[in-house]
Each structure stands twice: as C-alpha cells, then as structure tokens.
C-alpha cells in the first residue's frame, strides 16, 4: 500500500508519456486514470493508517546510510490523500486549459505529485530531502511553461527561493548526520537514528534554524513570503491549486514533524517570535489582499494569510492547536483549490483577472456565482464548513496560549470577512462592464468539481472528529515526534493493525470491511 | 627488480595515436574516417584492459613513476572512461579526422600518466602531454580567428602554470635531492619543512592551480572554453581538470603546510565561480564558470583527506571515494552538456538567447541538456546530486563545516545560472528565436547522448551501483 502511493504516480507519468505519442486526450485520460487510483490507495492508506502506523524500510545507499524508509501515521496519511485529492483535480481542471504540450504537462505533474507523496511518507532525512527538491523542477516548468504574465520570472523566483532554503535545511541535516557519526560511528540518515541525538541548546538554534528557513519558504512565513507574490497568479490553474493547496502544506508539514522533532528546544526557545511572525503573516496577507485588485493575487495574499493562521496553530503547539492546525490544512487545501478554480475558469473565460473588467457575473452566471459566494465564505470561516472548526481550534488555543494573541486572532478572523467580501462583491455585483462580452456559465465538468470540493467543506464541518480524534495526545508537546510515538506505543503496535481498546472512534462499518481487506 | 609490463597502458595509447596518425593520412574518405574512431575506442578499450591486468601484479611501479596499484587504476579507468565518451561524441572533423582522434588518444595518455604519478618528473611530463594535446584542440579550427585565438590564450597562459610548476618541482628538489613522492612524503613526516621547500611546493600549487582554472588563476578559463570546438572545451572542463586533481591526491601531505592556500583556493573557487556565472550570458562560458565552481568542490573533497592514500578504494565512502566518483559524476556531466550544446548549435559563441524554442524544435538533445544541466547543479534525481552530497558530508564528517557551507552557499548561487540554461531552453517561444538553423546529428551520437543522459538519472537511484562499478574488482 506504502509503495502504491508512489508507484502509481510514477508509472502514471511514464504511461502518460506513451499515451501522449497517441493524442493529447490520451494523455489526459491516463493522467487522470492514474490520479484516480492514487485516490483510491491513499484512501485505503488511511483507513488504515487510522489504527496502525504503516512503515517500509530498506537500506537503499549502504555507503553513506540512507534508507528507503516509508512511514505512514494519522497524519502523513491525510496529507498524502489531501494530494491525490488535489492532484485528480488539477487534471480536471486542466482539461479544457491546457492545449499545448498536454504530455508533458501531465508527465510533470504527476513527478510533483510523486515528490509531494515522498516528502509527506518519508522517513529518512535524505529521501525527505530527494522529495523536496523532486517538486523543484516540475514547479518551475509547470509555472515556466504554461503560467500567464511573467511567467518565468516567476518560475525563476520560485526555484531560487524553494533551493536557497533548502541548501539551510540540508546543512541541519548533515549537521545531525555528522553529530550521529560523532556519537554512534554509524553512518545513518533514518529519523529514528538521528532522534537520539543529543544536541545542545546552542546547536539546537542552529539546526532548527536551518530547518525553519528550508521550511518557511515553502509554507512562506512573512520575510520569506516573496516568491508567493508572483508565483501563485502567474501558475496555471492545477499548477496555483498544488501550489496553494499542497506545496504550502510540504513546508508546515516539515516544519513539525521535522524541525519541532529534531529541535524541540530551539522550537519552544523560537515559539514566541514565531507566533508573532505567524500573526503579523496574518495581518499582513489579509490587508494586501483587501487592497489587490486582480482576482488571483488576492486569493494569493489570501492564501498566505491563511497558510500563516495554520503556522500560529502548530507553533502554539497545544493539543487544540495542533488538531486545529491538521484540519486547517486539509480545509484550506480545498477551499483555497476551489476559489483559484473559479479564477482560473474566470480567467479562461475573459483572459482577464482584474476586478475593472469583470462584475455582475452574478447575473450571468448564477451557478458559478453561488459556488463563489459559498467558497469565498468558507475560507473566511463559514459555520458548517470545516474552516470554522479549524479556526475555531486554532482561536481558542490562542486564547488559551495568552488573551492577547488570542484576542489578535480573533481580530484576525474579522479581517479575513473584508477582503471575501471584496472579492465576491468586486466580481458578481455590480454593473456588468460593457466590454463582458459572451460569459457561459459553469459547464458540468466545473459544476462536478465544484460540487465535490464543497462537499467535503460541508463533511469536514459537520464531522471534523473523524479528522481530529485520532490526533489523539495526551501531554504538552516538545516534540511531535515524542507525542506521535507515546501515541503509537499505548494505543498501536506498529506494523501489525490492532484495535485499540482505548481508541475513542467510532469504527464504522466501511472501516471495519477495509480493515479487513487490509489485513489480507 | 623493474618489470616494464607496468607501463603497457601508456605504451598502448601512445603507440596506437601515433599509428592513427599514419593510417589517418591514407584514409580520408567518409566510411574510413568512422573506422578512425572505432581504432581510438579499440585503443582506450585495450589500454583498460592492460591497467586493470597489471594493478598491482608486477609490484608497484616502474623506478617509482608509476603507480599501478588498485587505486591509481580506479583512477585512471574513470579518466579514460571520459576520453572514451569524448571519442564516441566528438563531431568528425571535416578534415583531418585522424589528427583529431591521435590527439584525443595523446589526452587519454597524459590522463593515465597523471592519474598514476609516482614522481615529480612524471607529473610534469603527464601535464604537458595533456597540455600540448589541449592547445591544439582549442585551436583545432585554425581557420577562425576566435579558435586560434584561444588556443593561443591558453597556451601563453597554462604556460605561465607550467612555468610555477617546474620552478616549484626545482626548489623542492633543491632542498630533498629527489624527485619521488614517496620519499618526499616521508621526509616531510614530523618535520617542519624548511622556508625554501615551502616557497618551492607553494609554487607548484600555483602551478596546479593554472591546470585547474582554481580562483585566482582562471582568468584564462571562460575564452578558451567559448574558442574551443564543443568536444575539447568538455575536455578540459571534466577528463583535464579530473586529471588534474588526480595527480595531487598523492600531495595530500601538502595539507599539514599548505592547508589555508589550499583551502583559499577552495573557497574563492566555490565563490567566484558561481558569482561570475550569473552575469554571463552565453553559455560556454556560464559551463567555464560552473566548472571553476567544480574544481572548489572537488578541492574541498581534497581538503578532507588526512591519511595515507588508499591502496585501493574503500567500500564505504571516504573523502578519496568521493573525489573518484566526483571527477565521473562531474565530468560525464560537463562533457555531455557541451556535446548537447555542440549538437544544437555549432557556432563558436552560443548566448542563452540562441537556445529559444530548442527544447521544442531539437527535443532529445534539449532533453539531454537539461539533465545534464540538473547534474551540473547538483539537484536530485541525476548522479550530481550524490556526487556533490559525497563531498559535502566528507567535508562535515572531517569538521570542516565553514567550508562546506561555503559550498552549500554556492551550489545554491549557482543553481541561478543554471535555471537560466533551462528557462531559455524550454519557456521562450521560438519566435522569438533570432536565428532558427537547425544543425543535424548522427543518429549514433544522439544515441550516445540518451545512453548517458539515461545513466545519470538511473545511477541517482543506485548510486552505490556506480560507486561499486568505479571501485572495480581488482
């Protein structure tokens, strides 16, 4: 099951290859075939996942240590099916959008989403590096290639930042390989060897200093932010819904599982600083965002505002945030995936983004008009989506961290209504601009995708325990590696599925049969 | 006792260029001029064969020139490895084809030499073997002014090294009376080396440093690479500077007295390197900068060496392991960039603007190119990668972390220009594109091409495979 999430993508974008020799729509088919079905082992990966952590490991490179080593928990689970989630979507998307060089534009998909699926499973630190640096190239041609505007600006600036961080991040992880070799003489990259590691408080600013470079590029935190700005608008549609929905959660991901394990005291010496950055990211995405004027840019600020809302959960670092943290992350993946959707159909429609050209589409098209105002609305934290929960998570262990962040957050939720608001208005009120020529509503491809994106907003919200009550942890955090492994020591055996007796879930049927079948 | 078995690789090689040379002179037509080529491959093929017969079987060496010890043939393998694709890739000149491939052979030659130097005199002669040989080839197309050109600039200018490096190899032998490493390695051990020997090692470092285009001394290395016809300019950037680092890896006593030259022209190499790469805007000469940006890597990997060398190479990676793998990792990429580029375009002076719309209009070569350019930077999924990661995690396991960070920090620069290799390749439009000739390839050497541009993405997954296939079984 481990290896399917990554097979599938991989011999996807070889047959996608083959079929595009055929035709374009050949292509397109097979991309999506394979999308699919990595849908499908993911979901089962995490059913099973739910009761048992998953592992695979491999020594892979014996000279220098490194193992071919997969973990899949709770929560590395749900990421890698938040990606083959998106990933069905950015091909569908992308089926009446792309016309030129449809092959190739599946082949670097797909890499991406092979790359995304390994940094999310990997559990050794040089795969979780290969992962990393595998969306490189993908992104900068998915971008570069068929990205509008100053597209390969904006490729460029992407790979530039994406790699300056990361070179940080490799030297914390040779930085720990070289300590474990110090300590142990064994040459190891495995995360459960360079875990016992005893680094000092100086070291452990340094190597959590690097971690968090390498990791707030991607997420972005604000200085490192920049890359967004230009990078999310100007990526075609599936390439800003990966971005947005998935990459960004790569660096928050990195962030706790790797640089909150490998450097709990330098996390919690750099929590306070961090919360502010987090808060002010927040601050700072929602008010350019108010004062954008092009759909796709204020999606982007909005994005980031979000992302860092997310970022505010995990460095709080309580329980509530953490779950918080979790189900934002599979929310705002969707929501965010669902508004560049409808920018991207906007766009596709008009060839034109800006809020001076469009208007009273409400009008025109009622369909896309009522999907706007729902996800606009959620991201913004609509009751009964699964935004709402998370913010309220994410709000209340704020409170409970200190009133004052907590009294900023919630200031912050408000902030988000301005900009939602602005952003339907500017686009379905209003007058219709003469210029609005020929405007067909949503075609039922797009009223599908919609469709599903906003059931599974409403699923989320109306059961978000399903997400949140495995992360199921019992003391305050220093680490997420310590509170996943006292989860998986009383309520799992690891490799072997088990029942827990302490386990508060409700099983339900389907689980039960897909425990089954797993069990075979 | 000295057994004269010991140099039958270089007797081979030099035998077989001088033969190429007569039979080149009665075979000028098309089907023997392929067959000129396949002699040079028979030649390398055999001369293989002979290092790894003789490593270590007939004692060590020859009066100590040579050392034919599992090692040194590991070495020497790799090298010839590189020539061999060279041979393969190389466009057949219009004329002259049998000097072209005698010359390629005589490279292979001062390759094997340096790479298996057991004696100052012998380091001498292996470079200015490979030397010659390069000068020529730069200027190999004497008919244009640029080529003669920079054939002249290199040869005025790796002159000058020469010139350090035999003053230097005097006064070192002013002050031990001998020219053998060996013994020049123990009468250092314990001992601080008097003010002359100094001064006279000093000097041969400039030397070296010329050879190997190290900041401060590559002035010479962009305009020679640009003059040079595709073939030779991958030449000197992977088989010559290989060669190169190769004959000082028995000078690693030089560390405990030279460390902080050594290690300056590591750093400014990492640095400058990549710094003056992000200005340039033709490609030959971006290649030029990243491969002074290599000889800083390969140097720090020299760096990390604290022992005695190896008799052979370990099965686990040390920092001698690292700078093997690291000449092939790196050469194979620097040789198949420049034949990839040759193969687009074979005008002398190629600027990112030329390459517009060649990922769609020549898609395998462009193809080729950018996974070479991927190896170049060092990026996952191709061998450069590991080569670099090898380097960098020797360096931090001897401690030297300022110094791999240096690295990190340039590799990171670095990946600027090489962005823009591939930004120009594959996401301007070909309309755009000045000038839209488009030059042919054999079938062969696209052939050649995938081969290689395939083998370094399959050994980034098996990277040991390729370790193990370079530390050989003999």
Redesign the interface.
């Known amino acids: 099951m481990l290896m399917l999430t990554l097979i599938i993508p991989l011999a996807g974008a070889l047959f996608v290859l083959l079929a595009g020799r055929v035709n374009a729509t050949g292509a397109r088919v097979v991309a999506l075939i394979s999308t699919v079905l990595s849908l499908q082992v993911a979901y089962l990966l995490a059913a099973q996942a739910r009761f048992a952590v998953i592992e695979v490991d491999n020594l892979w490179?014996?000279?220098?240590g490194v193992h071919f080593a997969l973990q899949a928990d709770w929560i590395a689970a749900l990421m890698v099916l938040l990606t083959s989630f998106l990933s069905v979507f950015a091909v569908a998307v992308s089926w009446r959008e792309i016309t030129e060089?449809v092959t190739s534009f599946h082949v670097w998909l797909l890499i991406l989403q092979l790359g995304v699926t390994i940094v999310f499973l990997a559990r050794d630190l040089?795969l979780f590096?290969?992962g990393w640096?595998?969306m490189?190239?993908p992104m900068?041609?998915l971008i570069?290639?068929w990205g509008t505007g100053r597209?390969?600006y904006s490729?460029?600036k992407f790979?530039?930042f994406t790699?300056?961080g990361s070179?940080f991040m490799?030297?914390s992880m040779?930085?720990l390989?070289?300590r474990h070799?110090v300590d142990t003489g064994v040459?190891s990259f495995h995360m459960d060897d360079l875990l016992q590691v005893q680094l000092s408080q100086g070291e452990q600013w340094w190597v959590f200093l690097g971690f968090l470079i390498g990791f707030g590029v991607k997420a972005p935190l604000l200085p490192l932010h920049t890359w967004l700005i230009d990078a999310y608008p100007n990526a075609p549609t599936a390439g800003s819904l990966m971005l947005s929905g998935v990459l960004s959660k790569t660096g928050i991901y990195g962030l706790f599982r790797i640089g909150e394990s490998f450097a709990p005291v330098g996390f919690s010496d750099f929590r306070p600083l961090l919360i502010w950055l987090a808060l002010a990211g927040i601050f700072y995405g929602a008010w350019i965002a108010f004062s954008q004027r092009d759909i796709k840019r204020l999606i982007a600020y909005a994005s980031l505002s979000h992302v860092n809302f997310i970022l505010l959960g995990i460095f709080i670092a309580s329980d509530e945030g953490f779950k918080g943290a979790i189900l934002q992350m599979l929310c705002h993946g969707i929501s965010t995936a669902a508004l560049f959707l409808i920018a991207g159909a906007i766009q596709h429609r008009i060839s034109d983004r800006e809020f001076d050209s469009l208007g009273g589409l409400w009008r025109i098209a009622p369909a896309m008009g009522a999907f706007f105002l729902f996800f606009a609305f959620a991201s913004l934290g609509l009751p009964g989506t699964g935004n709402f929960v998370g913010e309220l998570y994410i709000t209340a262990a704020a409170l409970e961290y200190h009133w004052v962040i907590g009294g900023l957050t919630a200031v912050a939720v408000l902030f988000a209504a301005f900009y939602s608001l602005r952003l339907f208005t500017a686009a379905m009120h209003g007058p219709e601009p003469a210029a609005l020529p020929n405007f067909p509503d949503t075609n039922s491809r797009e009223n599908l995708l919609l469709s599903v994106l906003a059931i599974m907003l409403i699923i989320l919200g109306l059961f978000p325990s399903v997400i949140t009550a495995p992360i199921n942890t019992g003391t305050l955090p220093t680490g997420i590696e310590t509170r996943m492994r006292n989860l998986s020591e009383t309520n799992y055996s690891s490799n072997h599925i088990m029942l827990s007796h302490h386990s508060t879930l409700p099983i339900t049927v389907a689980d039960a049969a897909l425990l089954q079948e797993a069990e075979q | 006792m000295i057994s004269w078995l010991n140099v039958l690789p270089e007797a081979i090689l030099s035998v077989s260029a001088v033969v190429l040379l007569i039979v080149s002179t009665l075979a000028q037509s098309g089907p023997m001029r392929d067959l000129l080529r396949w002699i040079s491959i028979f030649a390398i093929a055999a001369a293989s064969a002979a290092l790894i017969y003789t490593s270590g079987k007939f004692g060590l060496s020859v009066d100590g020139w040579t050392l034919a010890t599992p090692f040194t043939t590991s070495v020497s393998l790799v090298l010839l490895s590189l020539v061999a694709w060279a041979v393969l890739t190389s466009p057949i000149p219009d004329t002259s084809a049998g000097e072209w491939f005698a010359l390629l052979l005589f490279a292979a030659l001062g390759s094997v030499v340096l790479a298996r130097v057991g004696n100052l005199a012998a380091l001498f002669l292996g470079i200015e073997v490979l030397s010659l040989t390069l000068y020529i080839m730069v200027g190999f197309k004497y008919t244009s002014r640029l080529s003669l050109r920079g054939g002249v600039m290199y040869l005025v200018l790796a002159g000058v090294g020469s010139a350090f490096l035999a003053y230097g190899m005097a006064l070192v032998y002013a002050v031990y009376g001998t020219l053998s490493i060996a013994e020049l390695r123990a009468s250092t051990e314990g001992v601080t080396m008097p003010l002359i020997a100094l001064f006279g090692y000093g000097m041969f470092l400039v030397g070296v440093g010329f050879k190997l285009a190290a900041v401060p001394f590559h002035m010479w290395a962009p305009d020679v690479y640009e003059a040079a016809p595709s073939s030779a300019a991958g030449l000197i950037a992977s088989a010559s500077k290989g060669a190169a680092i190769a004959a000082l890896l028995p000078f690693s006593f030089l560390l405990n007295s030279h460390f902080l030259i050594i290690a300056a022209l590591c750093a400014g190499s990492m640095i400058v390197g990549n710094l003056l790469g992000l200005r340039e805007t033709r490609v030959k000469r971006i290649l030029a900068y990243s491969s002074i940006a290599h000889v800083g890597y390969l140097l720090l990997g020299f760096l990390t060496i604290k022992t005695e060398l190896p008799a052979s190479l370990p099965a686990t990676m040390t920092a001698e392991g690292a700078i093997v793998f690291y000449i092939f990792v790196y050469g194979i990429s620097a040789l198949g960039a420049f034949t990839a580029l040759g193969a687009m375009r074979s005008q002398t002076v190629v600027s990112l603007n030329d390459l517009h719309g060649l990922g769609r209009t020549r898609p395998i070569p462009a193809a080729c190119l950018l996974l070479f350019v991927i190896s170049l930077a060092g990026l996952p999924l191709s061998i450069g990668f590991w080569g670099k990661l090898y380097l960098f995690s020797t360096a931090f396991k001897a401690g030297f972390l300022k110094l791999a960070i240096i690295g990190l920090i340039g590799s990171a620069i670095g990946l600027f220009y090489y962005v823009r290799i591939i930004v120009h390749l594959y996401m301007v439009s070909p309309e755009m594109n000045p000038r839209s000739e488009t030059e042919q390839t054999s079938s062969f050497q696209n052939a050649v091409l995938i081969a290689s541009a395939a083998a370094v993405v399959i050994f980034s997954i098996f990277p040991d495979m390729l370790y193990f296939l370079i530390r050989g079984i003999y």
């Open positions: 490179i014996p000279s220098f060089r040089m590096y290969l640096e595998l490189l190239i900068l041609f570069g290639s597209k390969e490729a460029f790979v530039l790699f300056t070179i490799l030297s040779l930085y390989y070289y070799i040459a």
